[in-house]
């Protein structure tokens, strides 16, 4: 498909399970980002990653959380041990290149995301 | 330290009425960028607009207009004449020079009441 895919679209787990979210962003796309919104709540930023470069993991709560994106396409943000508290919808977004000079343009494509409920 | 404000939680209007969201920002990047979503009750977060630091000409496109204000550090959105499918949470963010970490106000919840 043309937009940002991600699965699985539910994740319904028991309490310290470990859970991984995929995201499969926009061809072309060099930045990958992974946010976190709870019920009703602002979008949380976890984690960043930007073509070959280090990725941003300043947002990641704790050291449960992981992300790698593979080949520079596909990411997969990995919660280990689940708390409750980790009940959310996942949402990932891809942005295009801003040309020869790095970077990309900001604006960021969406997923539908993945909502997970700890139980 | 970035930092995006909505201090508006939820607005309602009745249809056709004038609205504007309010969003402040704290950056210390001379450089950076302003948006805009939306997020219909669907769900899918949707980008209405971008704009440059070093650009503060006001934009308006169709009902949607926007004044970017540096001195005040506010990028306020109005919709003219607010229809039902109007109804959605919007955020504002604001992103370093290039696009990177892109941060999210809480977001503004606006119900449009026929």
């Known amino acids: 498909g043309a937009g940002v895919s991600q699965s699985p679209s539910n994740k319904v787990t028991e309490k310290g399970k470990d859970v991984e979210l995929r995201c499969d962003p926009i061809s072309g796309h060099t930045a990958l980002y992974w946010y976190r919104q709870s019920l009703g709540q602002g979008l949380e930023f976890l984690i960043y990653?930007?073509?070959?470069?280090?990725?941003?993991k300043s947002g990641l709560p704790s050291d449960r959380f992981s992300a790698e994106r593979t080949g520079g396409s596909v990411s997969t943000l990995t919660i280990q041990r689940t708390q409750q508290e980790d009940s959310a919808v996942y949402l990932c977004a891809s942005s295009p290149p801003l040309g020869l000079a790095g970077g990309n343009t900001g604006e960021l494509f969406f997923g539908e995301g993945s909502r997970l409920t700890v139980l | 330290a970035q930092k995006v404000t909505q201090a508006q939680t939820e607005i309602s209007v009745v249809e056709k009425e004038d609205v504007t969201l309010d969003c402040v920002y704290e950056t210390r990047d001379t450089t950076y960028y302003l948006f805009w979503y939306k997020q219909p009750p669907s769900g899918e977060l949707v980008f209405l607009i971008r704009?440059?630091?070093?650009?503060?000409q006001n934009e308006i496109s169709g009902r949607y207009s926007w004044n970017f204000q540096k001195s005040t550090s506010s990028f306020n959105f109005t919709i003219t004449a607010s229809q039902v499918v109007d109804s959605a949470v919007y955020f504002c963010?604001?992103?370093?020079?290039?696009?990177?970490?892109?941060?999210f106000g809480a977001g503004t919840r606006l119900f449009v009441k026929a």
């Open positions: 963010a604001l992103s370093g020079a290039g696009g990177f970490k892109t941060i």
């Open positions: 704009r440059n630091s070093f650009d503060e």
């Open positions: 990653f930007q073509g070959n470069s280090a990725p941003d």
